[in-house]
């Protein structure tokens, strides 16, 4: 998108504050396709006109109001981005990542990209490989293997750029002289010194650097959080190298599993201390260190596994673990029986014991006729 005009009413509405990234797609949905509008008429309406026809509260035309004030501080952003060779990507353009727009749907695909480098990356075969900034040494020779592999089957590696395996998943990617997309959490012209090391990279096509916020926002942690979701967005295809309990590779997949999205989760050795085998309960798929599938009929839905161990009786969390011959730290496994909705709690001899809340009733007898 290379209009001025254009450009500078998009990157107005894209960054309304404390507007849900599912209200600004739908108002935009609303002006171009509903009333057929142009960016122009919706902005040059009378503000109790605009409010009305597109039934807009106070608060939402106070900042329409103030957005149409910086219109003129976003044209002059929009031409200092193009001049810099930046191009920015609405929602509807044909150029925009069709995976993005089909796995976070309206309610959480960004309604603009901002995006330096080979553009044809976002129309590619994608694949994402997270795991933990701090990621143990054979979660990274996963990720090298990962990396090297889809690289030789023309896939497309995303990168989230932090420490880790993220990076570790860039770095081997174009080892090998893959292709990769930078996905980043800050605004894109503040990568300077990212664009200085990838320079002939992206000059030769290799690497796409994206950013989906404001182009001159700082790195920040909560954007850190952010920029996970639009990296499994972006990704076709999920790889586990390393997860805890908690976090964004834990949400992160958690949340792709509830949308059935193909992930592949690294088998954790005996005497390795993650999440990953919890998340194989959960659904993920269970891959050895060169990525091919475990084929284990033994394997089956967390939550089901559960409550046929406590169907008829109560037990502590370390009982549990044997049950399920997984490798978890017992602590930060009952934080987790402790967030799941069927379960219950009884503390008996000072110990914790867990039970299924469909006899929550009969607790008691569940107790004196079992311990």
Same mark, same amino acid.
């Given at each position: 998108?290379?209009?001025l005009?254009?450009s500078?009413?998009w990157?107005?509405?894209a960054?309304l ?17 509903e009333?057929?509008m142009t960016?122009?008429? /919706?902005?040059s ?8 026809e /597109?039934? %807009? ?9 103030n957005?149409k004030k ?7 952003l929009a $031409?200092?981005?193009i001049?810099?060779g930046?191009?920015i990507?609405? *929602?509807?353009s $044909?150029d925009?990542?069709p ?6 749907k309206? !309610?959480?695909?960004?309604?603009? %990209?901002?995006?330096?480098?080979n553009?044809? %990356?976002? !129309? $590619? ?8 900034r ?5 979660s ?6 990962i ?7 023309y896939k497309v =590696?995303?990168?989230g750029? #932090?420490?880790? =395996?993220?990076k570790?998943?860039?770095? $081997?990617t ?6 990769s *997309?930078?996905?980043?959490p800050?605004?894109i012209?503040?990568? #300077? ?6 320079y ?5 096509g290799d690497v %796409? ?6 182009p001159?926002v ?9 920029r996970?979701?639009?990296i ?5 295809? &999920?790889?586990v190298a390393?997860?805890d309990?908690? +976090?964004?590779?834990w #949400? +992160?997949?958690i949340?792709?599993?509830r949308?059935n ?5 690294r088998?954790p050795? *005996?005497d390795?201390?993650? #999440?990953n085998?919890l998340? &194989? ?24 596994q559960l409550k046929e ?10 009982e549990? *673990?044997?049950q399920?011959d &997984?490798q &978890?730290?017992?602590r ?7 967030k799941l ?5 009884? !503390?008996k001899s000072?110990?914790? @014991?867990?039970?299924?809340?469909? @006899?929550k009733?009969?607790?008691?007898d569940? /107790?004196?006729?079992v311990?």
């Open positions: 998108m290379e209009n005009q254009d500078s009413y990157m107005a509405l960054h504050p404390r507007w849900r990234t599912e209200r600004i797609n739908r108002l935009i949905v609303d002006i171009l396709q009333k057929k960016f122009v008429d /919706f902005f309406l009378d503000k109790n006109d605009r409010q009305n /597109f039934d %807009l509260n106070e608060n939402e035309t106070v900042d329409l109001e957005a910086e219109l003129p501080n976003y044209s002059f $031409e200092s981005l001049n810099q930046y191009i990507i609405p *929602i509807v $044909e925009y990542s995976t993005l727009k089909n796995n976070l309206m !309610k959480f695909a960004p309604p603009l %990209l901002y995006i330096k480098g553009k044809q %990356l976002l !129309k $590619e075969d994608t694949l994402a490989i997270v795991g933990s701090n990621a143990s040494d054979i990274l020779k996963f990720t090298k293997t990396a090297q592999k889809c690289t030789k089957e =590696v995303v990168s750029f #932090a420490k880790g =395996v993220d570790k998943a860039l770095d $081997e174009l080892a090998v002289v893959g292709h *997309i930078i996905v980043l800050q605004g012209m503040t990568f #300077a010194s990212g664009f200085r090391k990838y002939s990279q992206i000059v030769a %796409l650097v994206l950013s989906t916020f404001h001159k700082p790195w920040s942690t909560g954007l850190a959080m952010r996970n979701v639009y499994y967005g972006l990704a076709k295809t &999920i790889y390393e997860s309990t908690k +976090g964004g590779t #949400a +992160g997949v949340d792709g599993l949308k999205r193909e992930i592949y989760v088998k050795e *005996i390795e201390n993650n #999440a085998d998340l &194989i309960l959960k659904g993920a798929k269970p891959v050895d260190m060169k990525g091919n599938l475990i084929q284990d009929d033994e394997l089956f839905n967390f939550d089901e161990i406590l169907s008829s009786k109560s037990l502590t969390a370390k549990i *673990i044997e399920l &997984i &978890i730290d017992t930060k496994f009952s934080k987790i029986l402790r909705d069927f379960i219950s709690k009884m !503390k000072n110990k914790n @014991y867990y039970y299924l809340k469909e @006899y009733e009969t607790q008691l569940l /107790f004196s006729s311990h």
